[in-house]
């Protein structure tokens, strides 16, 4: 279920209670709930987000969220809200909530997912890494960027955003270092018949110099 709470009101902790009372025993609700809290991921909690916290603690409920930002403000300084989910009885195993990074709006929507099974673990795609030269990415991107063209229509911003995602794709792999070749694994049981069959040639070495030892003084007899 898909919720709205206008920046201009301040629910209470007995409104959200009774919101979420009147989902049942058993809920999935979020989205645009405008209440900030450092719990699912903002950079700072206020009052409204103080609020639903403890009125999703006092349901039992579990947040969900990707912490990641909703609302892509033109000003660097805003303080962006993020869509979150909220559920009670489901087990966390059962849902994923991913970000849809599409140009349509200012807005990113999120995407929920909920399972019949527990979910597999999905390992999120990364752009760039721990090792690329951060330099080498900048005077990449100030070399070939084109800050001449032409945008009146929506074929040309079509133009322009894909030049855009292609440069800061080329930029990160002129920017990152070569993969290493993997060494190949050592299997245990291999290393382990390896060193068996070491010790016994050691071993029968060892016994026919023995041998030879007793043999040697009856033979010169």
Request: charged letters at 20%; one cysteine or more.
């Amino acid at each position: 279920m898909a919720v709205y709470c206008s920046p201009r009101h301040a629910p209470s902790s007995a409104t959200h209670s009774d919101f979420f009372r009147s989902l049942g025993p058993r809920f999935l609700v979020g989205d645009g709930w405008n209440a900030k809290h450092t719990t699912w991921g903002a950079r700072l909690f206020t009052s409204k987000g103080r609020t639903l916290l403890s009125a999703i603690r006092g349901w039992h409920g579990t947040y969900f969220s990707t912490g990641e930002p909703t609302y892509w403000s033109t000003d660097h300084h805003s303080l962006t809200d993020l869509d979150f989910f909220v559920a009670r009885d489901i087990a966390v195993n059962y849902i994923r909530v991913e970000s849809v990074f599409e140009l349509s709006s200012d807005h990113s929507p999120k995407l929920v997912t909920v399972g019949a099974h527990v979910l597999p673990s999905v390992v999120p795609h990364t752009l760039t890494t721990n090792h690329n030269d951060w330099v080498v990415f900048r005077a990449y991107i100030t070399t070939h960027i084109d800050l001449h063209l032409r945008i009146k229509q929506r074929s040309d911003l079509d133009d322009a955003k894909h030049h855009f995602t292609t440069l800061l794709q080329d930029a990160t792999w002129h920017s990152s270092p070569p993969p290493r070749t993997p060494t190949a694994p050592v299997h245990a049981t291999t290393l382990h018949i390896c060193n068996l069959v070491s010790d016994k040639r050691r071993a029968a070495a060892e016994s026919n110099v023995r041998e030879t030892r007793l043999i040697a003084p009856s033979t010169t007899a």
